[in-house]
């Protein structure tokens, strides 16, 4: 299959959506974050993601760690090994931590997708009540742009950190 994306020459793709390191490469200089071979992408996304945190790790809100740590789950679990469900979100992202009762934790995720959508304009979809609720991106490019957000190498190191500081927590909690 040939894509072209105005390039001066067309870029070959194989028909398994794999392409050449050199097209790769060029569409990373061509600073094209419209398209990606995985899928759609939507740039004002990816945008609002890199404004919202660009500030240094330890000048963030907790909300803004608890988001991050959400879009960072949400963006690397596998749907095809089944839906991730709400009380393993809760633990993920740190929401049983600091409430008296865990009652209040399915309500606190709920907050957390809401500012997601509101703040950072990238709505999650719930499906399923109760414990066999679940979340996830409403869109496939939403996924998509996320993913191309937690690649970049700021984005990569800060996933990790953040998941160490929250072990430190339970563990200073005795979780």
């Known amino acids: 299959m040939i894509i072209n994306y105005g390039a001066s020459a ?19 200089v061509k600073g094209n974050t419209d398209t990606n071979i995985e899928g759609e992408t939507d740039s004002a996304a990816i945008a609002s993601l890199v404004n919202a945190f660009s500030a240094p790790v330890y000048l963030w ?7 991050f740590l959400l879009l960072g789950v949400l963006f690397r679990w596998n749907p095809s090994m089944g839906p991730i469900l709400q009380d393993q979100l809760i633990m993920m992202t740190g929401l049983d931590l600091g409430l008296k009762f865990k009652s209040r934790s399915p309500n606190a ?11 950072y304009s990238i709505p999650l979809s719930a499906v399923g009540n109760a414990h ?14 996320v993913r191309c957000y937690m690649k970049m190498p700021r984005s990569e190191k800060i996933f990790p950190y953040l998941t160490k500081e929250l072990h430190q927590a339970r563990i200073r909690r005795d979780w």
């Open 10 to 28: 067309p870029i070959s793709v194989s028909p398994h959506g794999h392409m050449s390191g050199v097209s790769r490469i060029f569409l990373i």
């Open 61 to 67: 809100t907790l909300a803004e760690k608890r988001a």
């Open 109 to 119: 995720l709920r907050a957390l997708t809401v500012a997601i959508t509101r703040k």
């Open 132 to 145: 066999e609720r679940s979340y996830r991106f409403s869109t496939p490019s939403l996924r998509e742009s």
